[in-house]
Each structure stands twice: as structure tokens, then as C-alpha cells.
């Protein structure tokens, strides 16, 4: 469907010009600007029918070089850390305020890890390999050198809904398969006020296209890193999009699959090794924390005496098997605030945060406390609105958005300062950071 769209629209323009983004950070921002300003021009254009197999073979070889001139000369699509991250990650976004769900039909999707874990991932499929040294020793260096975290940035796009096929709206997004390359389809206007498409291309670490099931999301983002949390790593694994783009659709199952991997591990690589698995889930809703597996119950966060932060009162349930588990997630899910806004009938409006932590009791000392070994924790981010998505809506929905938008502004510029390797990181804007 989505092919098929997007010849339509690349052929219906006056022109065609051609851009590719030469850094990751910026793509995730120019991605989201474009796919925001795309919502004025939906439905809008003349549409002879193009096919995507001949839309792409028509393309110049020229193009295609440039495609991989691009690759080779600095797209390297291996892990990112936080240094070749934009320091503009989110904040175009914000600004902008002109989040859609009408023609933003993708998420990016994250997963932010302790440094330790990098070596231990398996090594990543680069589509096209890095052929100079020079490319090579720089990348392996930066690799090393990160000093904060690791990032991987992956983009999941998703179909059409009902609603945006009923109002004929149009797919701005196509995926070339088996790629990490996107290509995000802008209508402009020249001073004659003739319509000419204007092509972004896009490089992310992986980029999964309508068809990609939520196994394959779950195998190319989360699977990787679930051995590394035996070895003392911590990983976090968020989505972030603007409201009803398929946070909650991807980010749903990959705890559950996690979890079933984890067991496996403990109950056989693991046997005996007195590992054990626990899992906690809370939601962050208005500046509040509430425990999902308790009833609601109202948490405070607090600050220990080794600087890290704790949230007390939030009860730790101690799982052996995947019924249990599925059963605590489903609870917790249930639990969560939703409600609706002018993009999506059943928005999440409320940080949820699943928490599955590894501990291990020391040999001996089975009456103490278990220690905290390595933890994945899944962050299912409320989506971003602009105003005009909430026009609709009653003032408790507004203020939401609000309330939203403030706590992703400060994830971002919580992003922006790590990315600075400033010295002081501004965690505190929000619960959420
Ligand atoms: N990849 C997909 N395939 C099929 N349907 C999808 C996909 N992604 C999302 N959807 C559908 O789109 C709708 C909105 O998705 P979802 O609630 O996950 O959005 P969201 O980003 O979590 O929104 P919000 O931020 O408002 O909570 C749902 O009905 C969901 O089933």
C-alpha cells in the first residue's frame, strides 16, 4: 500500500529534488520535522499511479552512488553513541509543535545502554561495510571512548490507519527493503506556487518497515541485549513518537519476550547461579509516579546517599515463570491511564516504565537481600501532541499534553547535555529524566 502511495506522489510533483542527511542525530530530527509539516499538504496532491519497484528502478545510478558515497564517507549505521548523536535529537520537535498522527506513521525507537554492554553485543550487520581503515579506526576509537552510553536508533514505520485511508491521505514514507535507509517525501511549493516532492533520505541503525512483526522489533532491538544484563549492565529500551504512531503496539510484547529469554537463561547458561528475576511497573502521570502493581499507589523518588535514585514504596514482584509475569504485564497495562485525543482514540497518557531486574543473592548469605545485577527497563513514552491535536479535547486532556510535552523536553535536553559531555546534566527538569 504504502509503495504504491508513494510513487503517486513522487510522480505528481513538478520535480523532484534530492537530499540526504549526512548525520543520525540530525535525521531524527529533520525526520521528525518533515513528518510533522506533512499534515497541511496530505490529500492534496494529484495522484497518478507510480509503482514503488519502478519508482526505484527509475532511480539515476548516480543516485544510487550517492546513496553510497554517503554510506561509506560517514553513515557508518553501527551502534551510535551519544556523541555522534545531534545535540538537536528532540528539540525541533518540540518547537514545532505539529505532531500529527495523519501522516506521521512512524516511530523511532530507542535503546539507550551502559557503556559496559557494547563489547558484549554481537557485532552489528552493517548493509554496506565500511571499506576505508581510516573510517574503520575511527569508528572502532569512538566505540571505545564513550564515555556515557550507547544508543541504537531504530525506526518502525507503520501503515495507514482507517481513518487516514478514509480521508485519502497519503503515505509519505518509503523503505527500501533489507535497508537502514528511508526516504521521507516532502511536498513543496515553489514562488510560482507550482508543487515539486522533495526527497530526505535517512540513515538509522535499523529501519523495519509496515510488514516487520512485532518478533522481528523484538529481535532487532531488545533480543541483543538480554545476555548483557547478567554481566552488570543496565539497558533501556524507549519509544518515542508523537501520540497514536504505535508506541504502545510496538512496546506492549517486548517485555513478555524479554522476560521468556531471561528465564531461559537463568534456567539453563545461568542454572544454579543464584540469579533472580523481578519485575516492577509504574507510570509517571503529571509529574506523578504511580505503582501499576499496586493498586495505583502514589511513589516517591528520592535521592540515596550514593546519589542514585530510588523509588520507595514500589513493590518488586519476584517471577519464575512467564504466566506469572504475563499476568503482572497484562495488570499493569489495565492499570495505565489512557484517554483520547484527536489522533488516537486510545492514547497512553502516562509514562510507563517495566522494570525487569536481575539480582543475585551471594553464596552464604541467602538470608540478606539480594544484589541488583543488571536491569531492562521498557519506557513506553507518552506520545507528543502538538496544539492542534488537542483543539478537540477537554482542558484535563490539554493540560496532559502539556504536562507531556514538558517531561520529553527535558528527556531531550537531558540527551543534548550527555551529548555535550557537559558536566552538569540536568536530570532533575523531570520525573521522567
Ligand atoms: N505497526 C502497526 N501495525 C498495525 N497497527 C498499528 C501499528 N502501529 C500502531 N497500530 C495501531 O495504531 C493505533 C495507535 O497505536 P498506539 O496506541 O500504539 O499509538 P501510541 O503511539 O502509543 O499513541 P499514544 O502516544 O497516543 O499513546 C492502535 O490502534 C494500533 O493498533
Not at 502514589?298 to 514482584?317: A, S, T, Y
Given at each position: 500500500?504504502?509503495?504504491?502511495?508513494?510513487?503517486?506522489?513522487?510522480?505528481?510533483?513538478?520535480?523532484?529534488?534530492?537530499?540526504?542527511?549526512?548525520?543520525?542525530?540530525?535525521?531524527?530530527?529533520?525526520?521528525?520535522?518533515?513528518?510533522?509539516?506533512?499534515?497541511?499538504?496530505?490529500?492534496?496532491?494529484?495522484?497518478?499511479?507510480?509503482?514503488?519497484?519502478?519508482?526505484?528502478?527509475?532511480?539515476?545510478?548516480?543516485?544510487?552512488?550517492?546513496?553510497?558515497?554517503?554510506?561509506?564517507?560517514?553513515?557508518?549505521?553501527?551502534?551510535?553513541?551519544?556523541?555522534?548523536?545531534?545535540?538537536?535529537?528532540?528539540?525541533?520537535?518540540?518547537?514545532?509543535?505539529?505532531?500529527?498522527?495523519?501522516?506521521?506513521?512512524?516511530?523511532?525507537?530507542?535503546?539507550?545502554?551502559?557503556?559496559?554492554?557494547?563489547?558484549?553485543?554481537?557485532?552489528?550487520?552493517?548493509?554496506?561495510?565500511?571499506?576505508?581503515?581510516?573510517?574503520?579506526?575511527?569508528?572502532?576509537?569512538?566505540?571505545?571512548?564513550?564515555?556515557?552510553?550507547?544508543?541504537?536508533?531504530?525506526?518502525?514505520?507503520?501503515?495507514?490507519?482507517?481513518?487516514?485511508?478514509?480521508?485519502?491521505?497519503?503515505?509519505?514514507?518509503?523503505?527500501?527493503?533489507?535497508?537502514?535507509?528511508?526516504?521521507?517525501?516532502?511536498?513543496?511549493?515553489?514562488?510560482?506556487?507550482?508543487?515539486?516532492?522533495?526527497?530526505?533520505?535517512?540513515?538509522?541503525?535499523?529501519?523495519?518497515?509496515?510488514?516487520?512483526?512485532?518478533?522481528?522489533?523484538?529481535r532487532e532491538t531488545v533480543e541483543p541485549t538480554v545476555p548483557a544484563i547478567f554481566q552488570r549492565t543496565k539497558a533501556t529500551c524507549f519509544a518515542y513518537g508523537q501520540t497514536g504512531n504505535g508506541k504502545t503496539?510496538?512496546?506492549?510484547?517486548?517485555?513478555?519476550?524479554?522476560?521468556?529469554?531471561?528465564?531461559?537463561?537463568?534456567?539453563?547458561?545461568?542454572?544454579?547461579?543464584?540469579?533472580?528475576?523481578?519485575?516492577?511497573?509504574?507510570?509517571?502521570?503529571?509529574?506523578?509516579?504511580?505503582?501499576?502493581?499496586?493498586?495505583?499507589?502514589?511513589?516517591?523518588?528520592?535521592?540515596?546517599?550514593?546519589?542514585?535514585?530510588?523509588?520507595?514504596?514500589?513493590?518488586?514482584?519476584?517471577?519464575?515463570?512467564?504466566?506469572?509475569?504475563?499476568?503482572?504485564?497484562?495488570?499493569?497495562?489495565?492499570?495505565?491511564?489512557?484517554?483520547?485525543?484527536?489522533?488516537?482514540?486510545?492514547?497512553?497518557?502516562?509514562?510507563?516504565?517495566?522494570?525487569?531486574?536481575?539480582?543475585?543473592?551471594?553464596?552464604?548469605?541467602?538470608?540478606?537481600?539480594?544484589?541488583?545485577?543488571?536491569?531492562?527497563?521498557?519506557?513506553?513514552?507518552?506520545?507528543?501532541?502538538?496544539?492542534?491535536?488537542?483543539?478537540?479535547?477537554?482542558?484535563?486532556?490539554?493540560?496532559?499534553?502539556?504536562?507531556?510535552?514538558?517531561?520529553?523536553?527535558?528527556?531531550?535536553?537531558?540527551?543534548?547535555?550527555?551529548?555535550?559531555?557537559?558536566?552538569?546534566?540536568?536530570?532533575?527538569?523531570?520525573?521522567?529524566?
Amino acid at each position: 500500500m504504502s509503495g504504491a502511495a508513494m510513487g503517486r506522489r513522487q510522480m505528481g510533483g513538478a520535480g523532484n529534488s534530492h537530499h540526504q542527511r549526512r548525520y543520525s542525530s540530525d535525521q531524527v530530527v529533520e525526520y521528525s520535522r518533515l513528518l510533522s509539516m506533512q499534515r497541511g499538504i496530505s490529500g492534496e496532491f494529484p495522484v497518478p499511479v507510480e509503482p514503488t519497484a519502478r519508482r526505484l528502478s527509475s532511480q539515476s545510478s548516480s543516485q544510487r552512488q550517492h546513496r553510497e558515497d554517503v554510506y561509506l564517507n560517514g553513515h557508518s549505521p553501527g551502534l551510535l553513541d551519544l556523541h555522534s548523536i545531534d545535540t538537536e535529537l528532540l528539540p525541533q520537535a518540540m518547537p514545532h509543535s505539529c505532531f500529527t498522527s495523519h501522516s506521521t506513521f512512524s516511530l523511532c525507537f530507542l535503546y539507550l545502554l551502559d557503556t559496559e554492554v557494547a563489547e558484549l553485543l554481537p557485532s552489528r550487520r552493517n548493509p554496506v561495510p565500511l571499506q576505508n581503515n581510516l573510517l574503520k579506526s575511527l569508528s572502532a576509537d569512538k566505540e571505545k571512548t564513550s564515555s556515557v552510553a550507547k544508543i541504537k536508533v531504530v525506526v518502525r514505520k507503520r501503515p495507514l490507519n482507517k481513518k487516514e485511508i478514509a480521508k485519502k491521505e497519503e503515505d509519505i514514507i518509503t523503505i527500501d527493503s533489507g535497508s537502514s535507509f528511508l526516504t521521507v517525501h516532502e511536498m513543496k511549493l515553489k514562488v510560482d506556487l507550482t508543487e515539486y516532492l522533495e526527497k530526505h533520505e535517512f540513515v538509522f541503525d535499523a529501519v523495519l518497515d509496515e510488514d516487520v512483526s512485532n518478533d522481528e522489533v523484538y529481535r532487532e532491538t531488545v533480543e541483543p541485549t538480554v545476555p548483557a544484563i547478567f554481566q552488570r549492565t543496565k539497558a533501556t529500551c524507549f519509544a518515542y513518537g508523537q501520540t497514536g504512531n504505535g508506541k504502545t503496539y510496538t512496546m506492549q510484547p517486548l517485555p513478555l519476550k524479554a522476560s521468556q529469554d531471561i528465564l531461559r537463561l537463568m534456567h539453563h547458561t545461568y542454572r544454579y547461579q543464584g540469579f533472580q528475576l523481578y519485575v516492577s511497573f509504574f507510570e509517571i502521570y503529571g509529574g506523578k509516579l504511580f505503582d501499576l502493581l499496586n493498586d495505583r499507589r502514589k511513589l516517591c523518588m528520592r535521592e540515596d546517599g550514593k546519589q542514585q535514585v530510588c523509588i520507595v514504596g514500589l513493590q518488586e514482584f519476584r517471577v519464575s515463570n512467564v504466566d506469572s509475569i504475563r499476568e503482572l504485564i497484562e495488570k499493569g497495562n489495565a492499570t495505565r491511564s489512557t484517554g483520547t485525543t484527536g489522533a488516537n482514540e486510545e492514547s497512553s497518557r502516562s509514562h510507563a516504565i517495566l522494570q525487569l531486574a536481575i539480582k543475585r543473592s551471594v553464596v552464604g548469605s541467602e538470608s540478606k537481600p539480594a544484589r541488583i545485577v543488571g536491569k531492562l527497563s521498557f519506557i513506553d513514552l507518552a506520545g507528543s501532541e502538538r496544539g492542534a491535536d488537542t483543539t478537540d479535547n477537554d482542558k484535563q486532556t490539554r493540560i496532559e499534553g502539556a504536562e507531556i510535552n514538558k517531561s520529553l523536553l527535558a528527556l531531550k535536553e537531558c540527551i543534548r547535555a550527555l551529548d555535550n559531555d557537559q558536566v552538569h546534566i540536568p536530570f532533575r527538569g523531570s520525573k521522567l529524566t
